[in-house]
């Protein structure tokens, strides 16, 4: 069985403003995600789309200066500010710079921060690999000492909301890890279809890495043990997707397989920043803890660009993204592949 990257186009016609009677027009692609089924749409005028809220640096450096003088996640408040565990052996998990105690409004019985740098704001293109490994790796040790402590906390979100347009309340940037007893959403409709394509003979991840590999045109980087690539159909704007080849559990990566992701992601961080998002969402897409299904279903990580903060902020989710789950972007994964190829090399 071969992956299927379906899609097609649509034209709309109309007349811009101010040019009379001279008709213009704007192509849409449809795309289908080949392991899914759910469907996108690619305009990539909408890039150039006037936004009426001012935004930039001055907007970032407000928000920061204004919010850290009573941010519980700073280094002189956060032994204070933040909850402590009971079930665990420790009452917070600290290693160097990096904190793990439990999220004060959680939404799963097993819901923790990650604070993994001491500083109150960082551009994205500040944040070190460094930084980011050591913050998956204390959040994989609480993971594996949930499992300890309560075998049905099975399917862990390893996640990243950063600055409010990404959804954070905190400006201080953190990860979120959860384990929760089924897999939520997209993550179950991954792992239902990839087990659903593996009835044919194959397996979908594999076949997906050897084809992009092939195609070269969403390849940004394949190594050993992490390959990055654009979505065909993405979910969100600038859209990249780390491959785990052979892994299936976020709890089974290696020290060295954290390390080669963290230098990755601190290249995609770096090209968001200078192309001007500092927020984004991340998330690992994870097998079950202590169950080995990479015979059909990869870990994965995807990561998206959020709009910058502003005064006056406009979410870049409307009815099609929040009410039909059918998300428009405004640039090809194929330029956005490119584009990342410099900063990954
Ligand atoms: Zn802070």
């Known amino acids: 069985m071969s992956i299927e990257f379906n ?37 990539i005028e909408r890039a150039k789309r006037p936004k009426q809220t001012p935004s930039g640096a001055m907007v970032l450096k407000e928000l920061a200066e204004r919010t850290r003088d009573n941010c519980p996640f700073c280094p002189e408040r956060i032994e204070t500010s933040t909850p402590t565990f009971t079930l665990l052996p420790y009452r917070r998990l600290r290693r160097g710079d990096c904190w793990v105690f439990p999220n ?19 551009p994205l293109d500040t944040i ?4 980011l490994k050591a913050g998956i790796n204390s959040a994989i040790e609480y993971l594996n000492d949930i499992q300890t402590i309560d075998r049905s906390a099975r399917y862990p979100l390893l996640a990243w909301n950063n600055l409010p347009p990404a959804g954070a309340s905190i400006v201080h940037p953190h990860f979120q890890v959860l384990v929760d007893e089924r897999p939520p959403g997209i ?86 920043s200078e192309s001007g998002s500092e927020s984004l969402n991340m998330l690992f897409y994870s097998g079950p803890l202590g169950d080995d299904i990479s015979g059909y279903f990869y870990l994965h990580a995807r990561i ?8 006056l902020y406009v979410n870049d989710d409307g009815f099609l993204e929040k009410l039909c789950a059918e998300p428009i972007i405004d640039m090809t994964p194929e330029d956005l592949a490119k584009v990342l190829k410099r900063y990954m090399k």
């Open 128 to 131: 070190t690999p460094e930084e």
């Open 304 to 311: 998206i660009a959020r709009p910058a903060p502003s005064t």
């Open 7 to 43: 899609r097609y186009i649509v034209v709309s016609h109309f007349s811009p403003p101010g040019l009379g009677e001279i008709e213009g027009a704007q192509v849409i692609e449809f795309r289908r995600d080949p392991l899914t089924g759910r469907w996108s749409r690619i305009n």
């Open 104 to 122: 004060l409004y959680p939404f799963s019985k097993h819901h923790a921060v990650t604070v993994f740098t001491p500083h109150h704001y960082k």
């Open 187 to 272: 993550v179950s409709q991954e792992i239902g279809a990839s087990e659903k394509y593996a009835e044919s003979g194959g397996c979908f991840w594999e076949e997906l890495l050897e084809s992009e590999e092939e195609r070269g045109e969403r390849l940004v980087k394949s190594s050993h043990s992490v390959s990055w690539i654009t979505s065909f159909s993405p979910i969100g704007n600038r859209e990249v997707l780390a491959v785990f080849r052979g892994r299936s559990s976020l709890a089974d990566l290696t020290p060295r397989e954290v390390e080669e992701f963290a230098e990755g992601l601190a290249s995609v961080l770096r090209y968001y």
